[in-house]
Nanobody, 124 residues
């Protein structure tokens, strides 16, 4: 059984930084693409960032470009999201996801496994 576990969420002031981590375990197959989505109250789930196994394919949502950085440690089956210059509108539950696509995808249907989410709250 695959497990996707996020950590690192919390409360931070606007302008601050947080680093989210996500570990995928339970299978010997390495997922091609790992990424992050978020969902704020009353809003649809939004693509944040994704990175392929090779690292050659990376994509970011428009609202986070230049502020967030995704990285991964394939040996550990872990993906990270470094979030800088946080804004109140970044407040959301952040979900880690993994899938078999060979390229980073902004579409949630491209991903097969999802974590339970971690809350990020940015105070203004």
């Amino acid at each position: 059984q695959v497990q996707v576990v996020e950590s690192g969420g919390g409360l931070v002031q606007a302008g601050g930084s947080l680093r989210l981590s996500c570990a995928v375990s339970g299978r010997t197959i390495n997922f091609n693409t790992m990424g992050w989505f978020r969902q704020a109250p009353g809003k649809e789930r939004e693509f944040v960032a994704a990175k392929s196994w090779s690292g050659l394919s990376t994509d970011y949502g428009d609202s986070v470009k230049g502020r967030f950085t995704i990285s991964r440690d394939n040996g550990k089956g872990t993906v990270y999201l470094q979030m800088n210059s946080l804004k109140a509108e970044d407040t959301a539950v952040y979900y880690c996801t993994a899938g078999g696509a060979s390229r980073a995808s902004m579409k949630d249907r491209s991903y097969d496994y999802w974590g339970q989410g971690t809350q990020v709250t940015v105070s203004s």
